[in-house]
């Protein structure tokens, strides 16, 4: 079955800087992935998701790319912000067959003032 | 906008005893899911749920547990018999349609003691 990697488990980053979020994936299948932010106490929240048709997706702060010859792919968060401090987690999918997720085992980030 | 509910929040049982979790998935969504993470831990798939039966299980998914869509809204997860290690936080999840994204309920922290 599907094994994904993540790492860092923790990040902190000053307000204003950048922060990437790497994930290796084992199953060539996999063709869909998506990040979730999770606050405290909080649901699980998909902010960006990337298909295996494209390198690179953006909105606004928030980039993910995706090398599928290597099978990992990346969050990148550009001007972090405090509210941008949660567990983040990457997932994996075959897009046209099982739906099921598999998950990476977060990263805590911590923005600090 | 619409949202996955959960009840209740958090669930306290003795080992042994039968629990029923409860999901409200989002109303034209199709395809649902249960989802544990252990404390400090990943998020691991458990069964998904369509056309009124299970599509996929893990291995987590033992006789123990079991799945019902009692009506047209609810969507359940019942553990027969509790075990220590079924503490967890329980997160429902449903998808509109085939290979859409997932979205999550806030989750039932299940505590057997």
Redesign the interface.
């Known amino acids: 079955g599907e094994n994904v990697e993540q790492h860092p488990s923790t990040l902190s980053v000053q307000e204003g800087d950048s922060a990437v979020i790497k994930c290796t994936y084992s199953d060539s299948a996999s063709n869909y992935f998506p990040w979730y932010k999770q606050e405290l106490g909080k649901r699980p929240q998909l902010i960006i998701d990337i298909r295996s048709n494209v390198g690179e997706k953006k909105d606004q702060r928030i980039a993910v790319t995706l090398n599928k010859t290597a099978k990992h792919f990346s969050l990148h968060i550009t001007e972090t912000q405090p509210e941008d401090s949660a567990v983040y987690f990457c997932a994996a999918r075959d897009w046209a067959g099982s739906y099921q997720l598999t998950f990476g085992k977060g990263t805590k980030l911590s923005v600090i003032p | 906008e619409p949202e996955?509910t959960q009840t209740p929040s958090h669930q306290v049982t003795q080992m042994g005893q039968e629990v029923i979790l409860r999901c409200v998935p989002i109303s034209n969504h199709l395809?649902f899911?249960w989802?544990r993470q252990i404390l400090g831990?990943?998020?691991?798939?458990l069964v998904?749920f369509y056309n009124n039966e299970i599509?996929?299980k893990?291995e987590i998914f033992d006789d123990q547990f079991s799945v019902e869509r009692p009506d047209g809204s609810n969507f359940t997860l019942k553990i027969r018999s509790t075990k220590l290690e079924d503490s967890a936080m329980y997160?429902c999840a449903s998808?509109e349609r085939?290979?859409y994204?997932?979205?999550?309920?806030?989750?039932t922290r299940l505590t057997v003691t």
């Open positions: 996955v395809y899911y989802y831990q990943k998020v691991e798939f998904s599509s996929e893990s997160f998808q085939g290979p994204e997932q979205y999550f309920g806030p989750g």
